[in-house]
Structures are given as C-alpha cells and as structure tokens.
C-alpha cells in the first residue's frame, strides 16, 4: 500500500549574519558669507543616513548619505556656531550567498575617529572614518510535512508557531510646518526633534501613521552670544503602501529625524518671527503575521520497515515589543572647574542582546557631549559615556536565540556643572521588537521497506519496564505497536505523552 504524505509551506528563519564596513569622510567645509568666520573648532559629528538598501547574491549595497556636523566658536563674539554638509555614499558588503522570500537589514555604527582643523577662517578641514554594522536576518519559505497515512503509519505531531514577515518598509518622508522665535534669530545653532507615532491603522496593502513631531530648537538672537532654546510640534499623517499587509498583522512603526532645513518667513509687528521648518524624517514599518502549523516530529509504520530522512529548520516569533523609557545619569570632574554650559548632545553606539544573571539585556553606549565656555572665554567639548542597559519584559529562554530591531532616541537630555563636576541626565527611549528563533526537529521524507516479520507464536505476553521520563511515542516504536493501543492495553489516560514515573507497561499484539 503507498503511503500518502501531505506537505505544506512554512516561513522558517533563514540566513542570519553581520558585516561590518568603513565610511571613510574626507572633505572641506567652506564657511558661507553670513555665518561668522572661525576663530576656534570645538566639535565634529558624523551621522550616516541610508536611503536605499538592496541585496543580491552575496552583497547588500547601501546608499544614503553622511552627514559631517562642525561647530566652532565664532569670531568677535559670535558664541557658538555651526555649518554641516552632506556627503553622498554608496557601500557594498560582501555576505554569504543565501535564498530569502523576506529579508531585513538593521545598519548602526559608531564614529571611529574624526580629526578637524581650521585652515582659514572660512575653511574647514576634516578627515575620519565612519564604522557600519549591518545585521541581516532573512525568512525562506520551506516545505514540511504536515501528515502522514496509510501503510499502518503511526506519527508524532508538534504544532509550530511563529510569525510571517508580511511587510518591511522604510521611507524617506517631509514634514512641513512652522517654528515661531519671540525675535528674529541672528543664527540658528541646530534643531533636533523626536517623534511619536500616536495611531497606526493597517489595511489590506497599506497603512496610516498619524502622530506628532516635537522640535526642539537652540538658536541666538542678534548681539546676544547666550543660547536660548524653541520649542514646535508639527503633526504628521502618512499613507503608506505594505504588499502583504493586513489588518491581522501586528505592526511596528518608528519615525527618525534625519534633517531640518530653516526657511526665514515673516516677522509680526510684536517683533516674532515665523521660520518655515521642514523635517525630513525616515519612516520604517514591520509587520508580521502569527501563524500556526501542525508538522510531523517523528513517524514508523506498524506494518513496514521505515526510514526517516530528518529536516531541521528554525521558526521565528515575534518575543515582545518596546516601547521603554529609560533615565540614565552619570558625573564625571570638570578639566575647568569654573566652566559654563551652552549645550549638550547624545549619540548611541550599535544595539546588542546580551545575557545578564539569566535575563536578557538590551545594551548600547550612549555618550553625551557637552559644549561649555571655560573661565578663559574658550568654547570647549567634554564628554561623558554612559551604559544603556534595558531588561526586556519577556523572558528568554536559554535555547533560544534572538535579536532586536529597535532603534533609541534621546527624550531628554540635561547637563549641568557644579561643584567642579558634570552632572548628567539622559532619557532614552527604546522603540521596536525583539524576535526569538527557535530550533525544531522535524520529518523531512519517510520511506516505507520490506513488511516486518510476523510476531512469534511461542511468545504470549510482551512486558516492558519503562523509566521515568520515556515518552510513549518511543516505547510503541520500539515494538511497532500504535501509541493507542498502548494506552488502551495499559488503562492510561487519553493524551498521555510521557511517564512520570517507573512502571510495568504491557506491550499489546500478541
């Protein structure tokens, strides 16, 4: 008789790898007519931003830009000051060669050194290295078997469950509005914003994201060297195209702030003026829909020999999502006791998983820098590094892997000096998911041989002796009998699985 073997299509997790590249920043700034010319560099940032992100065989290529910040000190007066520049980059990472229906890849890194000089009052110099880390991790759709019968087949089903990528998106969008100053600014220092993702409704193919973008603006009012800070929230509400989406999934939507562009506008006859403010921001969207598939673990026939041919494969879930709040606080001593400080800022180095006292552990290095003016009139930058380290609400269990795709993002950010020390205060927030990948052993092919020898007629009663832990599955395989018929001849309650305990079983047949 020929055994009937059933398939279906799983989304199991497939490659899961890191490479890691350099973005090398070479390039010369040119101070424009209406900002002050340089009499001092206090500080360079490097900031990369990636627009497009595309995988072959092998490669995964980057473009986006890097964005070089500079602040200096002004001359005759002029405080703190700051131009920037946008340096276009395309980078190709060699990875191994892997098949993928679904695939994502999370980019961090962190700046490996930058040098910066002033060759001329109105020329900048900066030279340095950017450090990438992409992480890959991709789903392939595999075939398993879901059943098995005819041929006196006997199997051991096991129900998986996980999540289908259903959609990763990530979209460069505008966001225009207005940023009013209680008078017209001589020089705005810089303007960083964080955002909030306030409703998400997901269709069929597409989604909605409304929400509020809060700007926060340092700026300088004419003939005043002090820094006086603005606040605005601009609304946003984008519609977004997701093949494969749907109102089952469960999302994650996270808006970055990768830009601001300042447009002078009017000026009211109560002296405030009115800039036009358009954000440029990065949208990214997941989703992933839940499913659950019953597979066979393990099989044998009653009547036939039987080979099995094992198939492995891991399932990917959906461990917990984030949205956490974290206040960080660190001091550290003054080179200039008596130090006074303007502003301050916070980048974060590449997110990892970790393990700590059983638990699993978000970590990532977090340094604020702190502009401040010494007791010599000086513009000077300290910097203070700070430990993230976020417990995740779910637990992880030990044979399970897992990594996030979360991104941080500074809330709040205070720095004071007194008593000849820096005192900081940073609140960060976690926005994303941890997902856990499990191993399962399954069946991948059963072959049925030559039948099995008769029973022998001499032997009337087959006893065995099982032990503590034997699971029922292995002791009728053993002697090619049905895990029902066992439980019947031996008076066990329906669905037992495994022994607790030592006991005589009677193996049925005979």
């Given at each position: 008789?020929?055994?009937?073997?059933?398939?279906?299509?799983?989304?199991?997790?497939?490659?899961?790898?890191t490479?890691?590249?350099?973005?090398?920043?070479?390039?010369?700034?040119?101070?424009?007519?209406y900002l002050?010319?340089?009499?001092?560099?206090?500080?360079?940032?490097?900031k990369?931003?990636?627009?497009?992100?595309?995988?072959?065989?092998?490669?995964?290529?980057?473009?986006?830009?890097?964005?070089?910040?500079?602040?200096?000190?002004?001359?005759?007066?002029?405080?703190?000051?700051?131009?920037?520049q946008?340096?276009?980059?395309?980078?190709?990472?060699?990875?191994?060669?892997?098949?993928?229906?679904?695939?994502?890849?999370?980019?961090?890194?962190?700046?490996?050194?930058?040098?910066?000089?002033?060759?001329?009052?109105?020329?900048?110099?900066?030279?340095?290295?950017?450090?990438?880390?992409?992480?890959?991790?991709?789903?392939?759709?595999?075939?398993?078997?879901?059943?098995?019968?005819?041929?006196?087949?006997?199997?051991?089903?096991?129900?998986?469950?996980?999540?289908?990528?259903?959609?990763?998106?990530e979209?460069?969008?505008?966001?225009?509005?207005?940023?009013?100053?209680?008078?017209?600014?001589?020089?705005?220092?810089?303007?960083?914003g964080?955002?909030?993702?306030?409703e998400?409704?997901?269709?069929?193919?597409?989604?909605?994201?409304?929400?509020?973008?809060?700007?926060?603006?340092?700026?300088?009012?004419?003939?005043?060297?002090?820094?006086?800070?603005?606040?605005?929230?601009?609304?946003?509400?984008?519609?977004?195209?997701?093949?494969?989406?749907?109102?089952?999934?469960?999302?994650?939507?996270?808006?970055?702030?990768?830009?601001?562009?300042?447009?002078?506008?009017?000026?009211?006859e109560?002296?405030?003026?009115?800039?036009?403010?358009?954000?440029?921001?990065?949208?990214?969207?997941?989703?992933?829909?839940?499913?659950?598939?019953?597979?066979?673990?393990?099989?044998?026939?009653?009547?036939?020999?039987?080979?099995?041919?094992?198939?492995?494969?891991?399932?990917?879930?959906?461990?917990?999502?984030?949205?956490?709040?974290?206040?960080?606080?660190?001091?550290?001593?003054?080179?200039?006791?008596?130090?006074?400080?303007?502003?301050?800022?916070?980048?974060?180095?590449?997110?990892?998983l970790?393990?700590?006292e059983?638990?699993?552990?978000?970590?990532?290095?977090?340094?604020?820098?702190?502009?401040?003016?010494?007791?010599?009139?000086?513009?000077?930058?300290?910097?203070?590094?700070?430990?993230?380290?976020?417990?995740?609400?779910?637990?992880?269990?030990?044979?399970?892997?897992?990594?996030?795709?979360?991104?941080?993002?500074?809330?709040?950010?205070?720095?004071?000096?007194?008593?000849?020390?820096?005192?900081?205060?940073?609140?960060?927030?976690?926005?994303?998911?941890?997902?856990?990948?499990?191993?399962?052993?399954?069946?991948?092919?059963v072959?049925?041989?030559?039948?099995?020898?008769?029973?022998?007629?001499?032997?009337?009663?087959?006893?065995?002796?099982?032990?503590?832990?034997?699971?029922?599955?292995?002791?009728?395989?053993?002697?090619?009998?049905?895990?029902g018929q066992?439980?019947?001849?031996?008076?066990?309650?329906?669905?037992?699985?495994?022994?607790?305990?030592?006991?005589?079983?009677?193996?049925?047949?005979?």
């Amino acid at each position: 008789m020929e055994l009937k073997v059933f398939r279906d299509v799983l989304p199991a997790a497939g490659a899961d790898c890191t490479a890691k590249a350099e973005l090398p920043l070479e390039t010369e700034l040119l101070i424009s007519d209406y900002l002050p010319p340089v009499q001092r560099i206090v500080k360079c940032f490097a900031k990369p931003v990636v627009l497009q992100k595309q995988l072959a065989p092998g490669r995964l290529t980057l473009e986006g830009y890097l964005r070089c910040t500079v602040y200096y000190q002004g001359e005759e007066g002029a405080g703190l000051c700051q131009t920037e520049q946008k340096l276009p980059f395309t980078k190709a990472l060699e990875l191994p060669s892997f098949a993928a229906t679904a695939w994502t890849a999370c980019v961090e890194g962190q700046t490996e050194y930058l040098n910066c000089r002033a060759v001329n009052p109105r020329r900048i110099e900066v030279r340095g290295a950017y450090g990438l880390v992409v992480s890959v991790h991709a789903q392939l759709s595999t075939e398993v078997i879901t059943a098995l019968s005819e041929g006196g087949i006997e199997q051991k089903p096991v129900t998986l469950a996980g999540v289908r990528r259903a959609a990763t998106l990530e979209k460069l969008v505008t966001i225009e509005g207005a940023l009013t100053f209680p008078k017209p600014p001589a020089a705005i220092l810089d303007i960083t914003g964080t955002a909030e993702v306030r409703e998400l409704k997901r269709m069929q193919g597409k989604a909605v994201a409304k929400g509020v973008l809060h700007v926060l603006c340092g700026w300088r009012a004419e003939g005043d060297a002090a820094l006086r800070s603005q606040t605005a929230d601009l609304p946003f509400n984008q519609i977004l195209d997701a093949d494969g989406l749907s109102e089952d999934c469960r999302c994650l939507c996270v808006l970055e702030p990768v830009g601001f562009a300042a447009a002078e506008g009017e000026t009211t006859e109560d002296g405030a003026a009115s800039t036009t403010l358009t954000a440029t921001a990065m949208l990214r969207l997941s989703g992933w829909r839940p499913y659950q598939l019953q597979c066979v673990a393990d099989a044998f026939s009653t009547r036939f020999e039987t080979t099995l041919t094992p198939q492995t494969l891991a399932t990917e879930s959906l461990l917990c999502a984030l949205d956490e709040t974290t206040v960080l606080r660190g001091s550290g001593p003054l080179p200039d006791a008596g130090a006074h400080i303007l502003a301050c800022f916070a980048s974060f180095g590449p997110v990892s998983l970790t393990r700590q006292e059983g638990r699993a552990v978000l970590t990532a290095r977090a340094v604020v820098s702190a502009f401040a003016e010494n007791t010599l009139g000086e513009m000077e930058c300290y910097e203070k590094a700070l430990d993230y380290a976020l417990p995740l609400p779910a637990d992880l269990p030990p044979d399970t892997d897992a990594y996030p795709e979360c991104w941080l993002s500074v809330q709040d950010l205070q720095c004071a000096s007194a008593g000849g020390a820096l005192d900081v205060s940073l609140t960060v927030r976690a926005e994303g998911a941890v997902l856990a990948r499990q191993t399962a052993s399954l069946v991948g092919a059963v072959e049925l041989g030559d039948p099995l020898a008769p029973a022998d007629p001499e032997v009337s009663l087959r006893i065995c002796y099982a032990q503590p832990g034997e699971e029922l599955f292995a002791i009728a395989r053993r002697y090619h009998v049905s895990p029902g018929q066992m439980l019947a001849a031996n008076d066990l309650p329906d669905g037992t699985a495994r022994l607790d305990e030592a006991r005589r079983l009677l193996v049925p047949g005979v």
